[in-house]
């Protein structure tokens, strides 16, 4: 059933707040005018109509005239719908605020558009007053759903300059879009638990719960906010979490901050050197270090975590005890050791500042969830190398151990020495044997010997020294190398100096032959035997670095072919680093760390330093340039690529023979 007149005109008074239609000819002019817009206005029909011009707009606000204009224009050039809003004076100067609706259309070969008004003022008042509060209390406020994994439904301007947004997105990643999705996305890892359980103690007890937080920004830094959250009920009949927040982070750093500075100053008094680790950002650097040149090089200065100590550990810490210092860290990385309540502490040997081998004990102080402190000091009174009993068996558990004495004042007492290290100091072994029952002026001791007296003065100086000397046994010339303790606080104490042969250590190192085999499964083998992998993904690691045949390969790479299905994100890239290190740890374990370099993060393979069936292959030299029978690195589904270009090859040279 078709309307009639009379019906329309009905509605259109009584059912909108104001209606009109524009007519387009050389300028727009009103054709038809509402009763409810005149209300509106407060003002008759005959005021708004005149076919000579546009008296609507003349009371349109002069600051809101120009949009106006611009949308009329545009609709009046083709057929569309737009909606604008904008503020109408009334003829009593009050100001009331709408949104138009305006559709065009041809009629009768004119344009003609229609204006549906609706009265906004008491919205936008309200507006006004809730961005009033935004603008003056600084309080972040949040939306979000109950579920399991809740989802951000309303986030204010304040919030978003808590969280560093952008105010445009990225090209193709919306970073604001993944917060929504998910607000566990802005809550570290760490603390991930802990508000999920203050969300369920909200939701179940139907209470508030106030207090601090640590977030992440978008650009991956930290903020620290206190607020509180509560569960409500929204418009919809939903429940709901809400939240409101201030951003504290400064006063969180400056107390943070204040706290270091405590801290530091006890322990400085205490420990030889104190490092800061920060496990957020992955770096370390030395805070106290006794003006110690050793640590000069990251000496306020962040160093990547794991390489640094690595590099620590791998040139100062005492052969037998690196292992243990390494998995001390490992735990700690992997934050097992903040398991327990009492903080972490181990006891090993390391050379100091001064080259001398000393016992040391560590401590890590947890400051925050991200900062931690290693605290280490030398045992004041103790030998490294231990009692005269501990020394011996030290000693003899080396293979290249050659010698030992201990020195008592300005006396030296042998304790053990080999036959030829007795000719090195003029002694025969029934002498040698005598003197190992009496003490020794250190002068008459070395007189005989191939070291001065000034040079061994030296070592007990300096606590570190080499000999060379002429082995008559092998019938050329050998190096030794001597460690000294450490001088005791008043020097009542007994020093001991071990020596041992460097020799044939680096003799043994240097003919360490590696081979590799990649045509069918990959193995690897060191003097014949093969190595047995511990971690199938630190093998997988070495098998990618033997196929880019000497290029670097960043972590980043490295976990696009590992773990083929998973992003370069925080938790595999702590797991690669974790692989790495297991690598790095085997192949020290057989003598051949040297042929992985790892520069700045990325890590290649010395080609130089193996043997490897694929590059004799690739050269066409000896058996091996004919070994490939159509299989490589079974193992490893990435391998595909090379086995392609090996086949190739394969084809070209059965065809040319």
Known sequence: MEMTSLEI?????????????????????????SENLCRMLGCSIETLLDDGQDRYAQRIHPSDRQCYDDVLREVGSEAKTRTVQYRLMRLDGTVIHVSDTITSYLQDGTMVADSVLTDITQLQREERNLRFLDETIPCGFLRYTCEKTPRITYINDQMLRFLRFPERPSAGFDDLEMYRQNIYMMIPVEERR????????????????AGEMTVLRCDGTRAYLFGWVTKCVNEEGEEEFQSACMDITQR????????????????????????????????VKCLHGQSSAMFRWIEDIPMQMEEATEKWIHETVFEEDRERVRWFFEDFYQRRSQESEAPPEIRYRALSSSGA???????????????SLFCCRGLRGESALGSEKDMQELVLRFT??????????????PLYASDNVCRFFGYSKEEWLSIMK??????????????????????????????????????????????????????????????????DTQEQTACVRVEI???????????????????????????????????????????????????????????????????????????????????????????????????????????AGQSFKGSYLTNYSWGENTLAELMGEHIFRELDG
């Not at 802990?194 to 719960?209: E, G, T």
């Not at 290249?400 to 007492?413: K, L, P, R, S």
């Not at 020794?440 to 001065?452: D, G, H, L, M, Y």
């Not at 460690?483 to 100096?497: D, E, L, T």
Request: charged share 30%.
């Open 194 to 209: 802990r508000f999920a359980v203050y969300l369920d103690r909200v939701y179940k007890h139907c209470a508030p719960i």
């Open 357 to 371: 081998l000393r016992t040391y004990t560590g401590l890590l102080v947890k400051i925050d969830e991200a900062i």
């Open 517 to 623: 085999r990649t045509f069918g499964y990959f193995d690897v083998f060191v003097d014949g035997k093969p190595i047995a992998f511990r971690n199938e993904k630190s093998k997988e690691l070495l098998a990618l670095l033997v196929d880019r045949r000497g290029g670097f390969v960043s972590s980043e790479e490295a976990i696009s072919f590992l773990w083929e299905d998973e992003p370069a994100d925080p938790v595999t890239l702590a797991r690669y680093r974790k692989v790495a290190l297991r690598l790095k740890n085997l192949l020290e374990e057989y003598g051949i760390a040297d042929v992985i370099e790892s520069v700045n993060g990325k890590r290649r393979l010395v080609t130089e330093k193996v043997r490897c069936d694929l590059y004799e292959h690739l050269s066409g030299r000896g058996e």
């Open 400 to 413: 290249d151990g050659i010698a030992a004495f201990e020195i008592m004042e300005d006396a030296v007492t």
């Open 438 to 503: 009496k003490r020794t002026p250190i002068r008459q001791f070395v007189a005989n010997s191939k070291a001065t007296y000034d040079d061994f003065l030296g070592l007990l100086a300096k606590g570190e020294a080499g000999f060379t000397y002429h082995d008559l046994d092998s019938g050329r010339d050998r190096r030794i190398k001597a460690i000294c303790s450490q001088r005791s606080p008043g020097g009542a104490g007994p020093r001991y100096v071990m020596l041992y042969n460097v020799d």
């Open 252 to 283: 969180h750093n400056i107390r943070k901050e204040r706290e270091v500075r405590r801290y530091l100053k006890v322990l400085s008094d205490v420990y030889d050197k104190i490092f800061e680790y920060d496990l957020q950002a992955r770096t």
């Open 9 to 33: 005109e009905h509605i259109l008074c009584h059912n909108v707040s104001g209606f009109h239609r524009y007519r387009f000819g050389c300028e727009p002019c009103l054709s038809y005018v």
